[in-house]
Structures are given as structure tokens and as C-alpha cells.
């Protein structure tokens, strides 16, 4: 798809690559019409991942964010004018956002953190995302996810159950517009391919969070990253997507990219995907001088259609 909600750059982000502005300019080389620049917030020195701590630490990550921001701004300034002096109508629109983390929100840190982020102006939106049960990442390595499955009780159904539990706390404290890898919890389980239905408990909590989302309009991301990391289906499987389409709810497109090689990586595939299950129509956000970020709603077969597919 010509549009991505959600990425990262190896500049701002130890486990991405390439800077942002060449993630940025493969974003318009591909011709993608809407990019969205979405660093991680800081965390604490106690949630730094594995080797981190060799090269960053809670003060040198709020720093990084902070040039985050100001290096987003530059270059989305920079491409606008690019694109007044070529006349190009048709060009790319530069999103700014962040991605939030929800990791030890008894605290109230991390609510803090990300209320005050959206309250300077300085984005046009956040990405909601859970990588962590019990403080533990999900996400990282195998070991680290049989770790956060022991902290749960021991079962993968127990940690699903925890991981749709912090995902709901979230949602429901955050309300973010866009809602990111809505199931990542099944990247490094047994059967990261098996229908979420298999347990009735898990099942009634995805429809749960599913519920609060529409309940407050929010967005879910069609995520690619689940392809190019092996699973068959992309964030979130397919039954979540038609559970969400039944209630009327919209979808956006991200590649999650962590470099310019995954620049719009796996969109033939999502394209597959949203037909197999007859996903007609997406969502991609906009800046508007009046009205700030809107919605527009494009069919499927219109996305078809975009020089995106040629350039990729």
C-alpha cells in the first residue's frame, strides 16, 4: 500500500538502520503518499533491552527522541518545499508522530509522558503499542518471551489473556488514534499461525479491546512486519480483521519499517491478505491547515490503482 503509518529509523532507534533521512526519501522514491515518522519514547534504565545499556540509557534516549523531533520537522519542511518548487500536487505527506510503551504504568510515567508529548504540538498523532507483559518484552527473542510466559503462569494461554489485559489498560488510559500490532503477543509463541478463537477467554478480550477502540474511534494498523518476520498472516490475523470490519471499523496501512529496505516491504502480500478477506477499503491520515490530521477512506481497488506498485 502507498501508506505507512508507523516506522523507524537506525538514527533514532538502536534496532533499526539507514538515517531518517534516507528511510525518508526510499518512503518517496517508492512512492508512497503518506509516511509517517514514529520514533519510540524514552524509557527507563530499568526497561533497556539486552546490550543497550552499552550504548544508551533513560537520559540519552530522551535526548534522542528530543533530535528525533527536530530532525523530523526539518525534513518534513525540507520535502514541502522540494515538492512547491517541482509543483509535484501529487507528492508525499510527512507525518509526525511517536510510538507510545506501556510497561509499567502503575507508575503513571508513562501516561505522563505521553499526554505532555501530545500536548506541545508537536504531532500529528501517537502509535498505541504493548511490547511488554510484567515488565518483561514480548517481542525481543524467544527468551525473553518464555520468561514474560512463566510471569503470567506459565501457559501461552495465561499470557495472551495478560497481554489483551495490558493492551485494554492501555487503550482505555491512552485512546490512541492508531492502534499498532494489535496481536504481537503470537510472534514468538508455539503457534503463532493458530486461530485466536482456540481460547474462549483470549478470544472474548480481543473483542473487548476491539470494542473500545470503535468505542472511542480509533484506527487498527494492517501491520506488514508479521510477514517479513515469518508468520503467515500480518498483524492482526485475519479472524481480528473481520471481527473489526463487522463493527464498522476502519483500517490504516503501516510497514513498521526499521530501515529503507523495509520501506513498503510485504504491501503485495497485505494486498493478498485484505482481498482473501475482503477487506474493501482503508484509511490513511492527512494534514489539513484547518482542521489538523483527518481521515480519508480510499477503496481497494482505487489503492490498486497508485504508481506505488510500479515503483516498488
Known amino acids: 500500500m502507498p501508506f505507512s503509518h508507523h516506522s523507524h529509523s537506525g538514527e533514532f532507534c538502536s534496532h533499526a538502520k539507514d538515517t531518517l533521512a534516507q528511510v525518508v526519501t526510499a518512503a518517496r522514491d517508492k512512492r508512497m503518499q503518506v509516511f509517517a515518522l514514529t520514533e519510540h519514547i524514552s524509557r527507563s534504565d530499568l526497561d533497556l533491552y539486552p546490550g543497550e545499556a ?6 540519552s534516549l530522551a535526548e534522542k527522541f528530543d533530535n528525533f523531533v527536530t530532525a523530523a520537522k526539518g525534513l518534513k519542511a525540507k520535502f514541502e518545499e522540494e515538492e512547491t518548487l517541482r509543483h509535484d500536487t501529487a507528492g508525499m505527506t510527512v507525518l509526525i508522530g511517536f510510538e507510545g510503551e506501556w510497561i509499567r504504568p502503575e507508575t503513571g510515567a508513562e501516561v505522563a509522558l505521553i499526554k505532555s508529548l501530545m ?37 501461552e494461554e495465561k499470557l495472551f489473556a495478560a ?8 487503550l482505555n488510559a491512552l485512546r490512541p488514534k492508531l492502534v499498532a500490532h494489535f496481536d504481537l ?31 472511542y474511534g480509533g484506527l487498527l494498523e494492517i501491520n506488514s512486519a508479521g510477514l517479513r518476520k515469518g508468520l503467515k498472516e500480518p498483524y492482526p490475523q485475519g479472524e481480528i480483521c473481520v471481527a473489526w ?3 464498522h471499523g476502519g483500517f490504516v496501512m503501516s510497514d513498521d519499517s526499521h ?42 481497488d482505487d489503492v490498486k490503482r497508485l504508481p506505488f506498485w510500479k515503483a516498488i
Not at 497481554?163 to 492501555?170: C, N
Not at 503470537?186 to 476491539?210: C, E, K, T
Open 245 to 247: 470490519k463487522t463493527m
Open 185 to 215: 503477543i503470537r510472534l514468538f509463541s508455539d503457534s503463532p499461525d493458530a486461530s485466536p478463537q482456540r481460547w474462549v477467554g483470549v478470544w472474548s478480550r480481543i473483542l473487548r479491546n476491539l470494542d473500545v477502540v470503535k468505542g
Open 163 to 170: 497481554y489483551f489485559d495490558a493492551q485494554y489498560d492501555m
Open 259 to 300: 530501515g529503507i529496505e523495509q520501506v513498503g516491504a510485504c504491501y503485495g502480500q497485505v494486498l493478498s491478505f485484505m482481498e482473501a478477506y475482503e477487506l474493501e477499503e482503508i484509511v490513511y491520515l492527512e494534514s489539513d491547515e484547518k482542521s489538523g490530521v483527518v481521515e480519508r477512506n480510499m477503496l481497494l
Open 54 to 59: 552499552e550504548i544508551d540509557n533513560e537520559v
Open 119 to 155: 500536548a506541545r504540538g508537536d504531532f500529528d498523532f501517537f502509535v498505541g503499542s504493548v511490547h511488554h507483559v510484567h515488565t518483561i518484552p514480548i517481542d525481543f527473542d524467544r527468551a525473553l518471551y518464555e520468561r514474560a510466559r512463566e510471569a503470567a503462569g506459565g501457559s
